[in-house]
T-cell receptor, first 111, second 113 residues
């Protein structure tokens, strides 16, 4: 079956540090890959997505590249801000199956 | 802006007292989903509607029901809430199933006293 594994948190970084949150997946067929962000007390917001191998999704300074050879979709940002503090979920969808989420990674950025 | 709206944002109910959460969308999407999310966990899919076709997840308790009277609205009914049902409930929509992007509402936080 489909599954997503992402690095356990929490991750604590200083402002302007480089961020990487690892995400790997197992899927049948050709999944679409997503990163969602959840700020405290709110719903999930789509951060970025990629639908085929070698696609790079980007938004608000965050990037992730769909790597089929390593079945990965790692999230990166060159310089984090306090406002980036949130929980980040990696997810995939494939065929007609619903979204499969990773367990989430809590990021705290301190000034 | 097109969006997914959930009301209320916070709901308090009593143990065993039925409660209904609502979701509406202006995206004109075919699929609507309900998720349960407990603290520090990933959302758990309860069920979804593809148009009028209802799809229940195998492990969703019978205590949870849903209605979709039209394309824009979907309701989550909890017939007899227990303390374990306290959670954030998220509604989401997508244009189709499969590899489509899901768009989430802000959620309703349910407290059971």
């Amino acid at each position: 079956g489909n599954s997503v594994t992402q690095m356990e948190g929490p991750v604590t970084l200083s402002e302007e540090a480089f961020l990487t949150i690892n995400c790997t997946y197992t899927a049948t067929g050709y999944p679409s890959l997503f990163w969602y962000v959840q700020y405290p007390g709110e719903g999930l917001q789509l951060l970025l997505k990629a639908t085929k191998a070698d696609d790079k999704g980007s938004n608000k300074g965050f990037e992730a590249t769909y790597r089929k050879e390593t079945t990965s979709f790692h999230l990166e940002k060159g310089s984090v801000q306090v406002s980036d503090s949130a929980v980040y979920f990696c997810a995939l969808s494939s065929g007609n199956t619903p979204l499969v989420f990773g367990k989430g990674t809590r990021l705290s950025v301190i000034a | 802006d097109a969006m997914v709206i959930q009301n209320p944002r916070y709901q308090v109910t009593q143990f065993g007292k039925p409660v209904t959460l609502s979701c509406s969308q202006t995206l004109n999407h075919n699929v609507m989903y309900w998720y349960q999310q407990k603290s520090s966990q990933a959302p758990k899919l309860l069920f979804h509607y593809y148009d009028k076709d209802f799809n229940n997840e195998a492990d969703t308790p019978d205590n949870f029901q849903s209605r979709r009277p039209n394309t824009s609205f979907c309701f989550l009914d909890i017939r007899s809430p227990g303390l374990g049902d306290a959670a954030m409930y998220l509604c989401a929509t997508s244009r189709g199933r499969g590899r489509e992007t899901q768009y989430f509402g802000p959620g309703t936080r349910l407290l059971v006293l």
